[in-house]
């Protein structure tokens, strides 16, 4: 049997929902946005030969950010097949149909967080990071006397903008990240407007001189016992006093919520004021890469500045035949092009080698250890190592 894959018609969403439900174990009522269109995201369905919904996926349009450029991605969820049809390749088929659409979009790159790795490693996508999220002992911060120079305050729905904008500063130069701008995050941003609330329950803010330089999104939770957890969201700063005094704010919990739990992005303003020594870790969830088109991936994204060379390879993509042949990448004065060439390559890379080079994740010799490029006896694979000079790739949101 093979399904017809096509997008889902408004009528068919509620049958959609109910296939993840049970896939998933969700509540069995859904909320209002998961049965309504949206704008932002397509949602396809694989129908067996009686016209049966059998298996869901939805291409949710990201932008990421790659070393101050933004990428158009696509962020590859919900996949759900139904019992009796798993293992008859629907999943395939579904994940095939998304990466064509994804293309057709103007899509760049990819990434999802996995159940299971093996159909998705089948189909291209590959390991290349994780979303940590940690438990801290609140009263292990550090509360330093407060800063003269700088106001905290809570926050509401009109300093929704300040916040995605100091997000942006603080993401916009790693690998990866969500911008968290789009018709998406507008449709859902507007609704909450609309309704006069904030996405979570509160929002503490640090200005200097009435501009934003850090900020908290949290949850409560429930309780102020022992086992009482504030969920943080984002803890970000873009100077080192804005961090001290988050910190210290959060560290006032103490009292009512003995544990932070928050995702930790390592390498900025607030980690580096925490005490890492007393995390620990509360879960973590893996995603994974996959090109949707290697040219667009390699000349819209940012490289580094001081990173010059060419190298030629042969990429073969059997869901993606566009990315099939032998490749050019030359990197120079932060940018990149990708040509075809007729020379023959020594270096063959598969679509996941691709995709762990691409984050940084491991070097040539690293995937060449793990059969993902192949080159003859005696070759050096680091030449390829060009194209892992921009990472390591992070996310920041689970979707």
């Known amino acids: 049997?093979?399904?017809?894959?096509?997008?889902?018609?408004?009528?068919?969403?509620?049958?959609?929902?109910?296939?993840?439900?049970?896939?998933?174990?969700?509540?069995?009522?859904?909320?209002?946005?998961?049965?309504?269109p949206a704008p932002g995201?397509?949602?396809?369905?694989?129908?067996?030969?009686?016209?049966?919904?059998?298996?869901?996926?939805?291409?949710?349009?990201?932008?990421?950010?790659?070393?101050?450029?933004?990428?158009?991605?696509?962020?590859?969820?919900?996949?759900?097949?139904?019992?009796?049809a798993r293992g008859r390749g629907v999943a395939r088929a579904m994940l095939t149909a998304v990466l064509r659409g994804a293309h057709e979009r103007g899509a760049a790159v990819s990434a999802l967080y996995p159940t299971v790795?093996?159909?998705?490693?089948?189909?291209?996508?590959?390991?290349?990071?994780?979303?940590?999220?940690?438990?801290?002992?609140?009263?292990?911060?550090?509360?330093?006397?407060p800063a003269p120079h700088l106001s905290?305050?809570?926050?509401?729905?009109?300093?929704?903008?300040?916040?995605?904008?100091?997000?942006?500063?603080?993401?916009?130069?790693?690998?990866?990240?969500?911008?968290?701008?789009?018709?998406?995050?507008?449709?859902?941003?507007?609704?909450?407007?609309?309704?006069?609330?904030?996405?979570?329950?509160?929002?503490?803010?640090?200005?200097?001189?009435?501009q934003l330089v850090g900020y908290a999104s949290f949850d409560r939770g429930r309780g102020y016992g022992t086992d009482a957890v504030l969920t943080i969201h984002d803890a970000l700063a873009i100077t080192p006093d804005a961090a001290r005094e988050l910190v210290g704010v959060l560290s006032s919990w103490a009292s009512v919520t003995p544990t932070l739990r928050l995702r930790l992005l390592h390498g900025d303003a607030v980690t580096a004021h925490l005490p890492l020594e007393a995390t620990?870790?509360?879960?973590?969830?893996?995603?994974?890469?996959?090109?949707?088109?290697?040219?667009?991936?390699?000349?819209?994204?940012?490289?580094?500045?001081?990173?010059?060379?060419?190298?030629?390879?042969?990429?073969?993509?059997?869901?993606?035949?566009w990315n099939t042949g032998t490749w050019r990448l030359e990197v120079a004065d932060g940018g990149a092009q990708l040509a075809r060439v007729t020379t023959e390559a020594e270096l063959h890379l598969t679509v996941r080698g691709f995709a762990l080079l691409y984050t940084g994740a491991a070097t040539a010799r690293s995937v060449a250890d793990a059969g993902l490029l192949h080159c003859p006896p005696g070759q050096d694979p680091q030449p390829l190592d060009l194209l892992a000079a921009g990472g390591p790739a992070q996310l920041h949101d689970y979707f």
């Open 152 to 210: 905290v305050r809570a926050g509401d729905p009109a300093d929704l903008p300040a916040v995605t904008a100091l997000y942006a500063h603080v993401a916009q130069h790693r690998n990866g990240m969500l911008t968290r701008q789009g018709a998406l995050f507008d449709h859902f941003r507007n609704r909450l407007a609309a309704d006069g609330a904030l996405p979570f329950d509160g929002l503490t803010l640090i200005e200097q001189d009435g």
């Open 41 to 84: 995201m397509t949602r396809y369905g694989a129908f067996d030969d009686t016209d049966r919904l059998i298996g869901k996926a939805v291409d949710l349009h990201h932008d990421q950010w790659w070393n101050g450029r933004r990428v158009p991605a696509c962020g590859v969820g919900g996949v759900a097949v139904a019992p009796e």
């Open 1 to 36: 049997m093979r399904p017809t894959v096509r997008e889902l018609t408004a009528d068919e969403l509620t049958d959609a929902w109910q296939l993840g439900r049970l896939a998933f174990g969700s509540d069995p009522q859904p909320p209002p946005h998961a049965t309504a």
């Open 280 to 321: 620990r870790d509360h879960h973590r969830d893996i995603w994974m890469h996959r090109p949707v088109d290697i040219t667009r991936g390699v000349t819209t994204r940012g490289w580094p500045t001081h990173v010059h060379g060419t190298v030629d390879f042969t990429l073969h993509d059997e869901l993606a035949e």
């Open 117 to 145: 790795t093996a159909p998705y490693r089948s189909c291209g996508w590959e390991i290349s990071g994780a979303l940590r999220v940690v438990d801290l002992p609140t009263a292990a911060l550090t509360r330093n006397p």
